[in-house]
């Protein structure tokens, strides 16, 4: 494989070269935008929604901060939170579940290029726009390997490692905020509590039970750029549009309809959650699945007619569906009775 096209620049965050400049001058060809910052105030917030709005009108904006030291304002979190009820979610907002996050990462998307924008500026205004700010920008190809890895990492941690923000934890934070006196030092006790860790860790496996389908075979180059961007080759995997919706370790009962003279049903574990630098002609979002048991047998009327019991026929097995308790005891139990193998 050939040497990356990678343009890096230091920034002083001063005049055109600023951080708050250079994202304005994004935003009009931007696609979708991923910032994960640890401080955020009322007067940062203001200078970027308009545009991070736009964006999200044409794709997807994440942005992740955190409760460290009680910086960031309640006032900013209302703005973002509106802004996230606004676009239905395309523009979605989450809070770190560590009270000590201090990331500052920009990732502004384009059609062909890519800026990662890492240094000292938070969402401020101060960070915008101070020259008391250092910021490294990388420019690089979406077909950048260094780009699909950070990527990756990035999507890791806002699916593992975050909440939603909500009135409730925002109302929450305010309140213990306002106990410390504005911005100073806030009770790691009063985070852990408004991040829901005060008694104890998150089970190591908090597992989520879905209904997914594989309906046919996948085109010859996006089987190719999987292989160039993961290292699955002793896994199964497939093309899934809702993979953001997925946790690694979460279970899938997979309708296989990819031979349809033989449909079989898969129970399955989540290995791991790619998106490729570019979209392939099955999409941008694969998963990667380790199979716990496997019927050795089609689906016949009589496996439908215990599946229809609990929701599940012929008409919506291709829909996705979360399985909530009752429906996966009874769907282990039609796979305990049936004749398969696996682990």
């Keep these: 494989m050939g040497k990356e096209s990678i343009n890096l620049v230091l920034s002083s965050n001063r005049g055109p070269a600023s951080l708050l400049e250079s994202l304005h ?66 523009l979605s907002v989450r809070l770190s579940k560590h009270p000590g996050f201090h990331r500052k990462v920009y990732l502004i998307d384009k059609r062909n290029t890519s800026i990662l924008v890492v240094g000292s500026s938070n969402l401020t205004g101060d960070g915008l726009t101070s020259t008391g700010e250092t910021n490294l920008y990388a420019t690089l190809p979406n077909t950048s390997m260094a780009l699909a890895r950070a990527r990756k990492q ?33 009770s790691k006790k009063f985070l852990l509590q408004i991040l829901g860790r005060e008694t104890s860790p998150p089970p190591k496996n908090p597992t989520v039970y879905r209904w997914t389908n594989i309906s046919g075979y996948v085109n ?38 990819s031979n349809k003279s033989n449909t079989r ?52 097995a291709g829909k996705i569906i979360d399985i909530t308790d009752d429906r996966r005891d009874l769907l282990l139990s039609v796979l305990r009775g049936l004749k398969a193998t696996g682990e």
């Design 25 to 90: 001058r994004e935003y009009k060809r931007a696609t979708r935008a991923t910032i994960f910052v640890a401080f955020i105030t009322e007067d940062g917030a203001r200078r970027v929604l308009n545009g991070l709005r736009r964006i999200s009108r044409r794709g997807e904006v994440r942005l992740l901060t955190g409760l460290y030291q009680g910086f960031t304002s309640p006032e900013a979190l209302r703005l973002l939170l509106q802004a996230q009820k606004q676009s239905g979610g395309k």
């Design 154 to 186: 990035l999507h890791s941690e806002w699916v593992t490692d975050t909440i939603p923000l909500t009135d409730s934890n925002v109302s929450a934070y305010a309140e213990a905020r306002g106990k410390f006196k504005g911005h100073s030092p806030v």
């Design 220 to 257: 010859e180059k996006t089987t190719r750029a999987v292989e160039e961007n993961t290292d699955w080759a002793e896994f199964d995997w497939y093309a899934d549009g809702d993979a953001r919706l997925y946790s690694v370790g979460d279970r899938l009962f997979i309708l296989d309809a």
């Design 265 to 316: 049903l898969k129970y399955a574990r989540i290995i791991d959650i790619v998106e490729t630098p570019t979209r392939t002609p099955d999409g941008q979002w694969f998963v990667a699945y380790k199979v716990i048991r496997n019927l050795d047998k089609k689906l016949n009327d009589r496996i439908w007619g215990e599946l229809r019991k609990i929701g599940i026929t012929k008409t919506n």
